[in-house]
């Protein structure tokens, strides 16, 4: 399997190998305060339990449900605060692109790029996300095949991006919930390169105006993920869920954040090395 590294202000991150990477922050950018506060205490907790940390928020949230829904401040504005706390916590920064033209902004500021779920079919997109030399997270659309997201992966390598991993993120279980189909994690490892899984956003249910979802089950994923083999696992948190501007009802508490780790750090400690 390739080794994807990811270069941040305080050291490289590796992808693929060693400890458990974690990705973790608030799923938007809501204020400069909410962003320093979740990065500066998920970095703390990654560094007690020894586990690589890159932090992870939207600056524009392009596939809200309602018309009437928060998107976040703007690429404009949000790469400037997702820059001040790659800077102000020394840790790399992951964030969504949504057009070839975001992706070329958003190099300047993100260490990693990501192309959401919806999108992970979009060639000029994959594209032009490679053609920034930046490691790029491609998550797997609910809707696709995980054996698919090889071909995705080579979109993305061949237009030269400095390495791949692929995120599961739950599949359609008919038209209101998502289930994790937990052979995907092996399938999609075959194109060979890290596998990550996202914890918070496999828990939706998108159904009605708002999508919900139940984050009591994050513990549970989280730990089969870990024993299941994967490199990273991606997780949304928040100082008060119940008050995000998105995705309220799948964000983990960041008081609970650590505790969550911990498990996983556990499982991970107990698997055999092969």
């Known amino acids: 399997m390739n080794l994807v590294r ?4 305080g050291g490289t991150v590796a992808v693929g190998e060693g400890p458990l990477v974690v990705i973790a922050g608030p799923c938007m950018l809501e204020s ?25 928020s939207s600056y ?14 703007g690429l404009d504005e949000g790469l400037k605060l997702l820059a001040e706390v790659r800077t102000a916590v020394g ?3 992951l964030t969504d692109v949504h057009s070839p033209d975001e992706a070329r902004a958003a190099a300047h500021a993100a260490d990693v790029l990501q192309v959401p779920a919806f999108l992970c079919r979009q060639t000029a997109l994959l594209q032009a996300c490679g053609a920034t030399g930046k490691p790029v997270n491609i998550k797997k659309g609910q809707f696709l095949n995980p054996a698919d997201m090889a071909s995705a992966a080579e979109k993305v390598k061949r237009a030269g991006s400095g390495g791949v991993l692929l995120t599961e993120r739950g599949s359609f279980f008919g038209y209101g919930d998502l289930v994790v189909d937990f052979r995907s994690f092996a399938v999609m ?10 914890v ?33 696992l991606f997780i949304e ?17 960041l008081d609970r ?16 090395r092969i």
């Open 32 to 56: 400069r305060e909410l962003a320093l506060r979740t990065a500066e205490a998920a970095a703390a907790a990654c560094a007690r339990l020894r586990l690589p940390y890159i932090f992870k």
């Open 60 to 73: 524009l949230k392009a596939n809200r449900t309602s018309v009437t829904s928060s998107v976040g401040p």
């Open 237 to 253: 948190t928040h100082p008060d869920p119940a008050r995000a501007l998105a995705d309220a009802a799948t964000q983990w508490p």
């Open 6 to 9: 990811v270069p941040g202000p």
């Open 200 to 232: 918070t956003h496999s828990l939706q249910r998108p159904a009605g105006p708002v999508t919900g979802g139940d984050r009591r089950f994050a513990p549970l994923l989280a730990r089969a993920a870990v024993a299941a083999g994967v490199d990273a």
């Open 189 to 198: 490892r075959e194109a060979g390169w890290p596998v990550v899984f996202d």
């Open 91 to 93: 840790a790399p920064v």
């Open 257 to 272: 954040f650590e505790a969550l780790l911990s498990e996983c750090a556990a499982v991970r400690a107990a698997l055999p």
